[in-house]
C-alpha cells in the first residue's frame, strides 16, 4: 500500500533562526562600521562623472568611457549604467578628456578639463555620440573572442563563437573544455582532478543529481548557450558550494538594441542517427523598456553500449558475469527564455525573466549478463530489457531591482526567485533466465519502477557596493534560500494474475527540506601595483531528510564561516602575479541522501546514503600571466570527509553508492600558451598536470590510491580568403584516479568550416566531432572482494551542418546580466 504523506516536519525552516540573525546582523555591522572607517579615506582624491547621449537625447547604456591623459594614455575605464551614467573615482590632479565608444556609434571627446589639488568632484558636460554611417553589411570585424579564453579569475568558453560546437549540446562542449573531464559512463563531471563541481545555468544551481545534471546538459543545445564559466576559485559573494569551483552555463539572452533585431538557427546532423536543433532569439528596446526573448528545439536519436565484466566468490565457486548492453535513445528538449527591463528613473531598474526546459527522453535498454563459472564455462544467461522513459520540466522565474544611488557605483541589487523542476520516470523491466542450452529455467520476471520527483526552490538576496575611493570598494549582502524535495519511488512486480503488487522492501517515500541562510563581506583595494581583495561569508544550514516508508529522519543543523583572500601583483603592464585562498563545501546532493535502492540491472543496484556528510575543501592558488594571455598557476586542494561513489559486491549483486572517506589531496599545475605564428593562424593550448591522492580507510581496508594524471586541450583556429574560416579542436586525458575506480585515457580531434553569406548577415558551418572516433570510457576496480572493469562508447562521431541568419538592428548593446538568488541550490537535485 502506498504510503500517505504526512505533514512536513520543518515548518520553522521557512525562517532564519536566531543563529542566523545574528550572523548577518554582525556581517551587517561590520560593514557599516568598516565603510565610516574607510570612507574618510575616499576625500583625497576627486571623482569625476559625467553622462552619454545618442543624437535623439536618449542615455546611452553600457557603452566603453575612457579617461585619457593629455598624451593620450588611459587613466581609467568605466561602462555606463542603463541612464548613460558613468564614474571615475580616485583620480588625481592633472588634465584629462573623456572619450565614449560604443559598437554602431560614432566616438566622441569631451573637451579638456582639470582636477586641482583638493577638488573632490568634477562633472563633466554631457557627451553626444551619433549613430555610424555604415550599415552592418559593411561593419567590418577586427577581432572575435577566441573559444576558450583565461582570464585571472575564470576561464570563459565563448560557445557562439565556435565552429565545432555548432549544432552540438551542453555536455558535448563542456567535453572540449580545458581541465574538464566528462566521465558518461559513471556520471561525473571533474574539474582540474576535483570532483564536487556546482553546476549552474544564468548564475543559478539546478539543483539536479549528478545523473540528472547530465542528462539536463545532453538536452540543452548549445545553439541556446553564449558562453561557459570555468570558475575554480570564487569569492566569498558566491555560495560556498562547489569544492572544485564552478561551472556556470550562460544561455543566450540577446543584445539590447534601439529597435528590433534577432537571430534564426537551424542545424541538423547525423551519426548513426539523425539530429536536428531549430531555434531563434528576439529582442526590443523602445525607450526604458528592453525585451528579449529566445526559444530551441532540439532531437537527436543516439545510441550507447557497455562491455562489463565482474568476478565474485573464489576457488571452485569463482563466478564471472560478463554485461553486454545496448541503450539506443530518443530525446526532445525545448529551451525558452523571455523577460524584459523597464527604467523606472535615472536611478532604478527594475526586470522580470521566465526560463525552462521541457523535455523527453526513451530509451530501449537491453542488458545480457553471461555466467561463467570457474571453469569458465557459461552456465546461465539472465537477460532484462528496460523501455525506459524519462521526462523532465524545469521552470524558473526572477524578479530583480537595481538601484544605482549616486555616480560614485554606490548601488544594491536585489533578487526574489521561485524554481521548479520535476521528474517523471518509467521503468517496464522484463528479466528472463536461460540455461546454458538457451532453454529457459525460471520464470519472466516482470517489474515496473516509477520513481516521481519535485524539487521547489524559493529564495531571496540581495547585494550592496560601496565604493570608498582611492580604488577601495566593499561588498556585502545576504540570502537566504528554502529548498523542498518530494521523492516518491513506487517499485511493482506483476503477478500471476496480470496486475501489478506493490514491493515494500524496493518502494520508498522520502521528503527534503534545506534552509540556507548566509551573509557576506568582502572587501577590495586598488594600492599602486597591489590588488586586494579579502571577503568572509557565513552559511547556516538547517536540513531534515524524512523516509516516510523506513520511519527515519536525519535532522542536521551546523553553521559554517567560509573565508576568501586574493592578491595580485601587476610588475607591469606585461607581468601579473597572483595568490588566493577560498574555504567551500559541498553538501549531499538530494538524491544521494535518498535511502532508497533503484534496479540498475539483474546484478546491479544503487542505493542512497542518509547519512552522508558535508565535505570540506580548502583552496589555495599561486599563478603567473604574461600580457593577460600566457598563463601559469599551481594549486593545492585539501578535502576532508570527501564524499565518493564505491562499488560494494554483495553476494551475487554490485551495490552502487556514495559515502564519505577520510582525506582527498589534490594538486594541480596548469599551463596556457596561446600562440599565432601568422595573421591568420591562432593556436590556444592548454595543460593540466594533477596529482590525486586518497587517505582513507573503508570497509575496513586502506583506500591510499595515488594517480599522476594531465588533461591537454589544444584549440586552433585559421582566417581563410573569401570569408571562409576553420576550427580544430582536440584533447587528451590520460588515466586517473577516483576512489575505488581507476580510468583509462581518453580523447577526440574535432574539426569544423564556416562560410560568411549574405554580406555577413549569415553563417553557414559544417563540422564533424570525434573525427576519429577514439572517444570511450574505460575503468577497472579491484578493492577487497569488488573485482569489475567495463568500456563503454556512444555516439561521439556526428556530422552537422547549422545556418544562422541575423536580421533588424544591429546597433548592439551589451544586455544587463544579473545573478539570481537560486544560483547555488539547483545543483543538487
Keep these: 500500500m502506498k504510503n500517505k504523506k504526512t505533514p512536513r516536519t520543518m515548518d520553522a525552516a521557512n525562517f532564519p533562526s536566531f543563529t542566523q540573525l545574528c550572523w548577518i546582523a554582525i556581517i551587517a555591522g561590520s560593514m557599516c562600521l568598516f565603510s565610516g572607517a574607510m570612507y574618510a579615506q575616499s576625500l583625497a582624491r576627486a571623482t569625476v562623472s559625467g553622462q552619454l547621449f545618442d543624437a535623439s537625447g536618449q542615455p546611452l547604456g553600457f557603452a566603453t568611457v575612457l579617461l585619457l591623459r593629455p598624451d593620450s594614455t588611459m587613466a581609467k575605464g568605466a561602462v555606463t549604467d542603463t541612464t548613460g551614467q558613468y564614474f571615475f573615482e580616485g583620480v588625481q590632479p592633472g588634465t584629462y578628456t573623456v572619450a565614449g565608444t560604443m559598437i554602431g556609434y560614432t566616438r566622441v571627446v569631451s573637451a579638456p578639463f582639470t582636477i586641482k589639488e583638493g577638488q573632490l568632484t568634477a562633472r563633466v558636460f554631457p557627451l553626444v555620440s551619433r549613430e555610424a554611417s555604415q550599415t552592418l553589411g559593411e561593419v567590418k570585424i577586427a577581432a572575435q573572442k577566441p573559444f576558450i579564453e583565461q582570464l585571472p579569475d575564470k576561464t570563459v568558453i565563448n560557445v557562439e563563437n565556435s565552429i565545432v560546437a555548432s549544432g552540438s549540446n551542453a555536455l558535448e562542449v563542456l567535453e572540449r ?4 573531464l566528462v566521465d558518461n559512463q559513471n556520471e561525473r563531471i571533474v574539474l582540474k582532478g576535483r570532483e564536487g563541481t556546482l553546476v549552474m545555468i544564468d548564475d543559478k544551481p539546478t539543483y539536479l543529481s549528478a545523473q540528472e545534471v547530465i542528462n539536463l546538459l545532453r538536452n540543452t543545445p548549445s545553439n541556446s548557450i553564449e558562453a561557459i564559466e570555468l570558475i575554480t576559485n570564487p569569492s566569498a559573494r558566491y555560495d560556498a558550494a562547489g569544492n572544485a569551483g564552478i561551472i556556470n552555463i550562460r544561455l543566450k539572452r540577446g543584445a539590447r538594441t534601439d529597435g528590433t533585431n534577432g537571430s534564426l538557427t537551424i542545424s541538423s546532423g547525423y551519426g548513426r542517427y539523425p539530429k536536428s536543433s531549430p531555434g531563434f532569439s528576439l529582442n526590443h528596446r523602445s525607450g526604458k523598456l528592453s525585451l528579449f526573448t529566445n526559444y530551441n528545439y532540439d532531437y537527436r536519436k543516439s545510441f550507447g553500449n557497455v562491455d562489463a565484466r565482474r568476478y565474485f566468490g573464489e576457488g571452485d565457486s569463482l563466478t564471472r558475469v560478463r554485461n553486454l548492453g545496448d541503450r539506443p535513445n530518443t530525446s526532445q528538449s525545448h529551451t525558452f527564455k523571455v523577460g524584459g527591463d523597464y527604467a523606472l528613473g535615472k536611478h532604478t531598474t527594475v526586470g522580470l525573466m521566465v526560463n525552462g526546459m521541457l523535455s523527453g527522453n526513451t530509451a530501449r535498454i537491453d542488458n545480457r549478463n553471461l555466467v561463467y563459472n570457474a571453469q569458465d564455462q557459461l552456465t546461465q544467461t539472465v537477460t532484462m530489457i528496460n523501455a525506459s522513459t524519462r521526462d523532465m520540466q524545469r521552470l524558473s522565474a526572477n524578479a530583480n531591482l537595481k538601484h544605482t544611488f549616486d555616480t560614485l557605483g554606490r548601488e544594491i541589487v536585489a533578487d526574489f526567485d521561485i524554481a521548479q523542476v520535476g521528474i517523471q520516470i ?21 517489474q515496473r519502477n516509477i520513481p516521481l520527483s519535485t ?8 547585494d550592496y557596493v560601496h565604493p570608498l575611493g582611492k580604488g577601495t570598494k566593499l561588498e556585502a549582502g545576504a540570502k537566504v534560500s528554502y529548498v523542498s524535495s518530494d521523492n516518491d ?80 601583483y601587476n610588475a607591469s603592464k606585461s607581468h601579473q602575479w597572483r595568490a588566493s585562498y577560498s574555504r567551500r563545501i559541498d553538501r549531499p546532493g538530494y538524491q544521494s541522501l535518498n535511502p532508497f535502492i533503484y534496479v540498475m540491472d539483474a ?30 598557476s599551481l594549486s593545492y586542494n585539501h578535502t576532508t570527509d570527501a564524499m565518493i561513489g564505491v562499488n ?36 590556444r593550448p592548454s595543460v593540466d598536470v594533477f596529482w590525486n591522492a586518497y587517505d582513507a580507510q573503508y570497509a575496513g581496508l586502506p583506500l591510499n590510491y595515488r594517480q599522476f594524471s594531465a588533461n591537454a586541450n589544444l584549440n586552433q583556429s585559421f582566417l581563410l580568403p573569401h570569408g571562409f574560416s576553420a576550427e580544430i579542436s582536440a584533447f587528451y586525458n590520460s588515466p586517473s584516479v577516483y576512489g575505488q575506480m581507476f580510468f583509462r585515457s581518453q580523447g577526440q580531434v574535432s574539426v569544423g568550416l564556416q562560410k560568411n553569406l549574405m554580406k555577413k548577415t549569415a553563417s553557414l558551418r559544417l563540422n564533424v566531432s570525434d573525427l576519429f572516433y577514439t572517444m570511450r570510457n574505460a575503468g577497472t576496480t579491484n578493492y577487497g572482494n569488488t ?6 562508447r556512444f555516439e561521439s562521431r556526428v556530422a552537422r551542418l547549422t545556418f544562422t541568419y541575423n536580421f533588424g538592428n544591429r546597433n548592439l548593446k551589451a544586455a544587463r546580466q544579473r545573478r539570481t538568488g537560486v544560483e547555488d541550490e539547483q545543483g543538487r537535485i
Excluded at 561569508?537 to 543543523?557: I, M, P
Excluded at 583552496?619 to 604574461?626: D, E, K, R, T
Excluded at 573485482?787 to 563503454?792: A, H, I, K, T
Aim: charged share 20%.
Design 177 to 180: 573544455a580545458p581541465g574538464v
Design 426 to 446: 518509467e521503468d517496464n523491466m522484463d528479466t528472463r533466465y536461460f540455461g546454458p542450452g538457451n532453454e529457459e529455467i525460471r520464470p519472466a520476471l516482470l
Design 455 to 462: 524539487v521547489t526552490i524559493r529564495a531571496a538576496k540581495a
Design 489 to 568: 519511488l513506487q517499485f511493482e512486480t506483476r503477478a500471476e494474475s496480470g496486475s501489478y503488487v506493490p514491493d515494500p522492501q524496493r518502494s520508498n517515500h522520502f521528503l527534503y527540506d534545506e534552509t540556507i541562510a548566509a551573509a557576506y563581506l568582502n572587501a577590495s583595494r586598488e594600492r599602486g601595483k597591489w590588488d586586494l581583495q579579502a571577503g568572509l561569508r557565513a552559511e547556516q544550514t538547517y536540513s531534515v531528510g524524512n523516509s516516510l516508508t523506513l520511519q527515519k529522519v536525519v535532522d542536521r543543523r551546523y553553521l559554517n564561516l567560509f573565508p576568501s583572500a586574493f592578491v595580485t
Design 603 to 632: 546484478y546491479t543496484y544503487r542505493e542512497g546514503n542518509p547519512f552522508l556528510r558535508p565535505q570540506y575543501t580548502n583552496a589555495f592558488q599561486v599563478g603567473y600571466s604574461y600580457k593577460g594571455e600566457t598563463s601559469i
Design 648 to 683: 560494494d559486491q554483495i553476494g551475487e549483486q554490485v551495490r552502487v553508492t556514495t559515502v564519505n572517506v577520510a582525506t582527498f589531496h589534490n594538486v594541480n599545475l596548469n599551463l596556457s600558451l596561446p600562440w599565432q605564428p601568422v595573421k591568420w593562424w591562432t593556436l
Design 787 to 792: 573485482n569489475l572493469s567495463f568500456v563503454s
